[in-house]
């Protein structure tokens, strides 16, 4: 297999460099009447773990920029003279390695950090609770977290080297699929499941039991209850491979499943016929640069993709973009984007500096 994969590089390789299949326009393009507005700036370094939540009473928004914490108050009044802006979360221990993954519910913080374990964080104030080797993890860099009832979904990662596992809520008992340090194997066997690669992004569909787990170059699916794992992508013949990197290049919901692509453009799988297509958006190579995606909750079949100042919408039923909007003045990566029934927020990264956009959902 080893042999085989090598000599199709060149190939691979080809196919790569060729921008097929670009997604046409719709004739019924959702109009945009209001343009989006800066309403908060944050400039503490690079950005390495975002999420929704609360933490001491602090939220909707969770941002991590190294060892330190802030929030953002969407749920209210905000924008610019309102006063509300990115607030510091005081954290009740010293976190001396830099966060890289965050949950949270109303029992708990979580906090996955490069180098320095898991930390649990009681929104109670009681005394927080330290995760690491010793507790059976098989490393203690932490890429990703997913909180579901009862159990907490970890991706770990270190350089190339990576591992998947399941922490009890309760028990505090913590099951893993892979020791770290197994040598990964030559070609296509290294991308078998579980996982050997860093873990990035760990996101379900449903909340049930179906899990999506995006690795380096490498996307898989899990049902949890079975351990039934899927290698997703690259699929048989699939020259392609999922970009994990980012705040959030995975999206899964109901009957759709997008994640970008390493080449450019958007790769969906729609649940229901078993099929992934590779959509670009323009053969122009930085117009089809995607940085971040969303499907939207209230019309599924709406995928919203960030790019370089621009947000598209493309309608994954057709196959179409139904509406493009380029931000004035402003060609940074969306980095972070978030869809609510009537309201989008967006984080846009420019020169190492972060500006938190809101904009009045457009009717469709």
């Known amino acids: 297999k080893s042999a085989v994969f090598e000599s199709n590089l060149a190939t691979k390789g080809a196919k790569l460099n060729e921008i097929a299949i670009v997604a046409a326009r719709s004739e019924h ?14 400039d503490d370094g690079p950005i390495t773990a975002c999420s929704g939540g609360r933490a001491f009473g602090k939220g909707s928004l969770l ?11 969407w749920s209210g009044t905000f924008g610019f003279g309102s006063g509300t802006d990115f607030e510091k979360v005081n954290l ?25 374990g898991l930390i649990r964080v009681p929104q109670s104030g009681a005394a927080p609770t330290m995760f690491n080797e010793k507790d059976g993890f098989p490393m203690s860099s932490i890429r990703s ?65 179906t899990f999506w787990i995006a690795c380096d170059s490498v996307l898989y699916r899990l049902k949890f209850d079975s351990q039934e794992w ?18 959030r290049t ?30 670009n958006l323009s053969t122009n190579r ?18 919203w993709l960030g790019g370089h100042g621009k947000i598209t919408i493309l309608d994954m039923d057709t196959q179409k973009i139904v509406c493009e909007y380029r931000l004035a003045f402003h060609d940074g990566a969306i980095e972070f984007l978030v869809i609510f029934q009537g309201d989008i927020f967006f984080i846009e990264e420019s020169s190492g500096s972060y500006e938190l956009f809101h904009w009045d959902k457009p009717k469709f």
């Open 29 to 42: 393009q959702v109009p945009t009447t209001q343009n989006p507005g800066v309403i908060a700036s944050l």
């Open 63 to 73: 941002v991590a920029c190294g060892t330190s914490l802030k929030s953002f108050d």
């Open 92 to 116: 009740p221990v010293k976190v001396e390695a830099p966060i890289t993954a965050i949950a949270a519910d109303d029992q708990d913080l979580w906090l996955g950090t490069d180098g320095g």
């Open 145 to 209: 977290l997913l909180l579901m009832p009862g159990r907490l979904l970890i991706g770990f990662g270190r350089g190339m080297d990576g591992s998947f596992g399941c922490l009890d809520a309760n028990t505090l008992k913590f099951t893993g699929t892979k020791p770290s340090g197994i040598t990964l194997k030559a070609g296509e066997e290294s991308l078998q499941p579980p996982p050997r690669r860093s873990v990035s992004q760990i996101k379900t569909p449903d909340g049930t039991n």
């Open 230 to 247: 899927s290698l997703q992508l690259p699929s048989h013949n699939q020259p392609d491979y999922p970009q994990a990197g980012g705040l």
């Open 250 to 279: 995975l999206s899964p919901f109901k009957n759709y499943v997008a994640t970008i692509m390493s080449s450019g453009g958007v790769a969906i799988y729609k649940v229901s016929v078993d099929r992934w297509t590779h959509l």
């Open 286 to 303: 930085i117009e089809n640069d995607i940085t971040t995606l969303a499907i939207d909750l209230d019309k599924p079949n709406y995928l």
